[in-house]
């Protein structure tokens, strides 16, 4: 008899089935508590916007909220530059979005449980940038990661 | 029953391992997202205005001038150009009568809410008019500007 063809006794197959059941549940890790991280929240910091400026850069304040009752460790934070308004919210093609670009978060940051943290992205209107560019507003999405530590 | 071999359970407990890991990694990550905004600042157009008149001018003569540009911004620019000047009419004596060169240079930073003074040179023509003796010419000039922020 072959040892490498011994069968797959009882126990062996609980595993297996057990394992299996273990993977089920996380693609919903992100609502269930203890299974898994809800998905944080990622938002512009209330009155400490930054007026930007052609060859400067200047801080973007964001709030990462965390609705876990532990601390998460928010790893990468980036940020997706659309196209931008003007005052009345109307496009202005004579400005590109990529007119702005936004640094990724320098390093990790701690959220406690169910607490925010504010960190500063650096933000860069670039030089050169089109007079059409002036006092217009540059959406931004935000999109991040975090592991609990 | 055939009984499982000693090797063959030693790599099942490992694949079983390796699998709870996995989840173990998965279940304690998460994303997060959101959405924000950022705006531009506008600009404040500069004002020039005459700093010194230089010496008396007569005709086919010349004199140095400043004039004084203020940057009402909260910030720093550059000048990038101040055009050529030509006078207006003044009391009978026919405009372009005194007149003022493109400079060749408009080097240096106007900080942020401060100013910068800027030498050009007048000529007045040698066939000015009598009316045009003991007269205050004004020359009207436009500059630009460009942001030297950094």
Same mark, same amino acid.
């Given at each position: 008899?072959s040892?490498?063809r011994?069968?797959?006794?009882a126990?062996a197959?609980?595993?297996?089935?057990?394992?299996?059941?273990a993977i089920?549940?996380?693609p919903?890790a992100?609502?269930?508590?203890?299974?898994g991280?809800?998905?944080?929240?990622i938002?512009d910091?209330p009155?400490?916007?930054?007026?930007l400026v052609?060859g400067?850069?200047?801080?973007?304040?964001?709030?990462?909220?965390n609705a876990e009752?532990?601390p998460?460790l928010v790893q990468?934070? #980036?940020?997706a530059?659309?196209k931008p308004v003007d005052?009345r919210?109307?496009p202005v093609?004579a400005?590109p979005?990529?007119?702005v670009?936004?640094?990724?978060l320098?390093?990790?940051?701690?959220?406690?449980?169910?607490? #925010?943290a504010?960190?500063a992205?650096?933000?860069?209107?670039l030089?050169?940038?089109?007079?059409?560019?002036?006092?217009v507003?540059?959406?931004?999405?935000?999109t991040g990661?975090?592991v609990k530590? | 029953?055939?009984?499982?071999?000693?090797r063959s359970?030693?790599?099942l407990?490992?694949a079983?391992?390796?699998?709870?890991a996995?989840?173990a990694?998965?279940?304690?990550?998460?994303s997060?997202?959101?959405?924000?905004?950022?705006?531009s600042t506008?600009?404040?157009?500069s004002?020039?205005?005459?700093?010194?008149?230089?010496s008396?001018?007569y005709p086919?003569?010349?004199?140095d001038f400043?004039?004084?540009i203020d940057?009402?911004?909260a910030?720093?620019?550059v000048?990038t150009?101040i055009s050529?000047?030509s006078s207006?009419?003044?009391n009978?004596c026919?405009?372009?009568?005194?007149?003022?060169a493109?400079p060749?240079?408009t080097t240096?930073?106007?900080a942020?809410?401060?100013t910068?003074?800027?030498t050009?040179?007048?000529?007045?023509?040698?066939d000015?008019a009598d009316?045009?003796?003991?007269?205050t010419?004004v020359l009207?000039?436009t500059?630009t500007?460009?942001?030297?922020?950094?």
């Open positions: 008899m040892r490498w011994s069968g797959v006794p126990g197959l609980a595993v297996v089935a057990l394992t299996w059941f089920g549940p996380a919903v992100n609502t269930a508590n203890g299974n991280i809800k998905q944080f929240g938002a910091v009155g400490r916007a930054t007026a052609p400067a850069a200047g801080p973007q304040w964001i709030r990462l909220t009752n532990f998460i990468t934070v #980036t940020a530059v659309g005052s919210g109307q093609p400005c979005a990529s007119s670009r936004v640094d990724a320098a390093r990790p940051v701690t959220v406690a449980g169910n607490g #925010t504010d960190v992205l650096t933000t860069h209107l030089p050169g940038t089109p007079d059409a560019c002036r006092s507003t540059f959406p931004l999405t935000y990661t975090a530590p | 029953m055939r009984k499982i071999s000693k359970a030693i790599v407990g490992a079983g391992v390796v699998a709870v996995g989840v990694y998965a279940a304690w990550s998460s997060g997202a959101g959405t924000g905004s950022v705006s506008t600009s404040v157009n004002a020039i205005t005459p700093a010194s008149s230089g008396v001018l086919g003569g010349g004199t400043t004039v004084s940057n009402p911004n910030y720093p620019v000048v150009s050529a000047g207006n009419v003044v009978g026919a405009a372009g009568t005194v007149t003022s493109v060749a240079s240096g930073t106007i942020a809410h401060g910068g003074t800027y050009l040179h007048a000529t007045m023509n040698s000015a009316a045009c003796k003991g007269q010419f009207p000039l500059a500007l460009a942001s030297n922020a950094s």
